[in-house]
């Protein structure tokens, strides 16, 4: 358990300063085919990234929720719990964000 909470942290940081490095330098001067390696690198590196990511945080920040699971897997310490509530902020933002999408898969398909 803390495998994946760690490993989820750090891949979830690492998706963010990659997408960061990537998209810094585009702006309205950048040309078309930079801009388009930008998109496909974010395509094909950040969000497999982030959605394992998502994948390891979500079902295992809900699961340390029991303290007899916590106990179990050896979660204690400042470091294990604080590193818990961050995994637990970042998982309802990726949870937020599926809701958001699905949202908007349903009112663009309900208006067709």
């Known amino acids: 358990m ?7 942290f750090m891949l979830t940081v690492a998706g963010i300063i990659l997408a960061t490095v990537m998209f810094a330098p585009v702006d309205s001067e950048t040309s078309e085919a930079s801009a388009g ?4 690198g974010f395509l094909f590196m950040v969000l497999p990234m982030l959605g394992c990511s998502a994948l390891m945080l979500v079902p295992s920040s809900t699961v340390l929720f029991f303290r007899d699971v ?5 979660f204690a310490g400042h470091f294990w719990l604080n ?3 961050v995994n637990l902020v970042i998982s309802l933002g990726y949870i937020a964000l599926l809701f958001y999408l699905v949202f908007v898969w ?3 398909s309900g208006s067709h």
Do not use: D, E, P
Request: hydrophobic share 40%; proline share 0%.
């Open 70 to 74: 916590r106990r179990r897997t050896y």
């Open 2 to 8: 803390r495998t994946l909470q760690l490993f989820g």
């Open 83 to 85: 590193l818990w509530k």
């Open 106 to 108: 349903l009112k663009i």
């Open 37 to 40: 390696a930008s998109g496909l």
